[in-house]
């Protein structure tokens, strides 16, 4: 199931048009304001594309969110059917405060090929490309998987990064971690960036370990699938409503690993636009009479991997 490449720069459209939006937040300590505008930008701009899209990864479930919520039918419901995974603003708080990495981002495949995950915890680990198929498993242990993967790449922790989001809930994993000597890079938050960048050997990311999203989850899944590389997940049950969300979502085992290929199937494009500059890429520009755009693309099946800048009008 090949997704047609001419949907790429549409669906890059998407994601342009979301962070422009975001931009004009940027610095003004108004993170609900921000993500509203990248909402309202992205919904605009799906809804002019020639597709029947329906909504796996949003905003929430209806009663959360009233757009781009979980099942609400996005594109001029005309053409091939979709299923897409967005996060309009993945650094709410990084916009509002004028930080490095946020950006838009959204991921397009044929219906039935994205997982539908909950909007709640995940466990994640995550690997580049060109190392031996599960290398690492969640069920391992920290310990063992730094080991496991010094031995693939021929190589010694204290030679070894790992990235992991700065949050009480991971102090034991950083406790092995240091214990081995194992170097740590502390994100704040957007793990999504954090997962992708084990697949560029410039950021100097071995491994990503550690708790996030369920929803950034599949989205940073989609783009390591593009990339060749390995991401292992599981949610997260932190109370009993969450067992509900779960049957809601077809899901009836809690327990279950996720493998790339569970959570995405086939082909699949990624889109990610700066709002701020970071680490894939920079953030919107203010040229005057038009915003300037750098967009993170991937297409699996045509093995696009590209940044592209844009001029979007204002």
Do not use: W
């Amino acid at each position: 199931m090949i997704i047609n490449k001419k949907l790429v720069k549409l669906f890059s459209n998407v994601t342009e048009k979301a962070a422009c939006g975001a931009f004009l937040f940027k610095g003004k300590n108004d993170k609900i304001g921000a993500d509203q505008a990248a909402v309202d930008g992205m919904r605009n701009q799906l809804n002019l594309i020639n597709i029947k899209g329906s909504i796996v990864i949003g905003e929430g479930e209806m009663d959360e969110a009233p757009m781009l919520y979980v099942g609400e039918k996005v594109g001029t419901q005309k053409g091939e059917s979709f299923d897409i995974a967005v996060d309009p603003l993945e650094g709410t708080n990084f916009t509002a405060k004028n930080l490095p990495n946020a950006f838009s981002v959204l991921a397009a495949a044929k219906k039935g090929d994205l997982l539908k995950a909950p909007d709640m915890y995940m466990d994640k680990i995550a690997v580049g490309k060109n190392l031996p198929k599960n290398v690492v498993d969640l069920d391992f242990g920290t310990k063992k998987n730094i080991e496991n993967l010094c031995e693939a790449k021929n190589t010694t922790p204290d030679k070894i990064t790992a990235c992991i989001l700065k949050r009480p809930r991971h102090q034991s994993i950083i406790d092995i971690l240091k214990l081995m000597n194992v170097k740590i890079k502390f994100i704040d938050d957007g793990d999504i960036s954090g997962v992708i960048s084990v697949a560029y050997p410039k950021l100097n990311v071995d491994i990503y370990i550690g708790t996030g999203g369920g929803p950034e989850g599949v989205l940073s899944a989609a783009a390591l699938h593009c990339l060749d590389c390995q991401i292992q997940t599981r949610l997260v049950i932190t109370d009993d409503s969450e067992v509900k969300k779960l049957k809601n979502f077809g899901i009836s085992d809690s327990n279950k690993k996720y493998n790339i290929e569970d959570m995405v199937k086939n082909d699949v494009i990624f889109c990610a636009t700066g709002v701020t500059d970071g680490e894939l890429v920079k953030g919107v520009k203010d040229c005057g009479n038009f915003f300037e755009t750098e967009t993170f693309i991937l297409h699996k099946s045509s093995k696009l991997n590209e940044i592209t800048k844009n001029k979007i009008n204002k």
